[in-house]
T-cell receptor
Framework: GNSVTQMEGPVTLSEEAFLTINCTYT??????LFWYVQYPGEGLQLLLK?????DKGSNKGFEATYRKETTSFHLEKGSVQVSDSAVYFC???????????FGKGTHLIIQP | DTAVSQTPKYLVTQMGNDKSIKCEQN?????MYWYKQDSKKFLKIMFS???????INETVPNRFSPKSPDKAHLNLHINSLELGDSAVYFC?????????????FGDGTRLSIL
């Protein structure tokens, strides 16, 4: 079946630091990959997506590249802000399943 | 103009009670979902409905029953609530059969069982 593995937090960084959150997946076929963000007390918002190998998704300074050879979709940002503090979820859709398969989420804390 | 809305936002009730959570989407999507987020923030799909037909049921106890009066609504009814049902429940929707399309989520319903 499908599975997503992401680094577990909390991850604590200082403002303006470089961010990487690792995500790897297992799926049959060619799934689509997503990053969702959950701010405290809120629902999930789509951050970015990539639908085929070598695609790069980007939004709000965040980027992730669909790497089929390493089955990875790592999230990066060059300079984080306090407002980026949230829980980040890597997810996939496809591989025979219609619903999203999520990783366990990474809690990101940015300190001023 | 909220795309996916669910009510109530908070639900506090006692063990053994029966409760419902409502979900509505105004995106014109054909497929709707329910997810459960546990205390460790882990999200897992519970149900998927496409054109009023259940197409996924991921080992969820039969105390949970999704009900869809039309394609814009997918309500979740829970019988005989247990302590372990305490969680945040999210409704979502998406166009059907297009894996490259993201799902749009509601803000969640935080269910607490006393």
């Amino acid at each position: 079946g499908n599975s997503v593995t992401q680094m577990e937090g909390p991850v604590t960084l200082s403002e303006e630091a470089f961010l990487t959150i690792n995500c790897t997946y297992t799926a049959t076929g060619y799934p689509s990959l997503f990053w969702y963000v959950q701010y405290p007390g809120e629902g999930l918002q789509l951050l970015l997506k990539a639908t085929k190998a070598d695609d790069k998704g980007s939004n709000k300074g965040f980027e992730a590249t669909y790497r089929k050879e390493t089955t990875s979709f790592h999230l990066e940002k060059g300079s984080v802000q306090v407002s980026d503090s949230a829980v980040y979820f890597c997810a996939l859709r496809g591989g025979g399943a219609d619903g999203l398969t999520f990783g366990k989420g990474t809690h990101l804390i940015i300190q001023p | 103009d909220t795309a996916v809305s669910q009510t109530p936002k908070y639900l506090v009730t006692q063990m053994g009670n029966d409760k419902s959570i409502k979900c509505e989407q105004n995106l014109g999507h054909d497929t709707m979902y329910w997810y459960k987020q546990d205390s460790k923030k882990f999200l897992k799909i519970m149900f998927s409905y496409n054109n009023k037909e259940l197409i996924i049921n991921e080992t969820v106890p039969n105390r949970f029953s999704p009900k869809s009066p039309d394609k814009a609504h997918l309500n979740l009814h829970i019988n005989s609530l247990e302590l372990g049902d305490s969680a945040v429940y999210f409704c979502a929707s998406s166009p059907p059969g297009r894996a490259n399309q993201p799902q749009h989520f509601g803000d969640g319903t935080r269910l607490s069982i006393l």
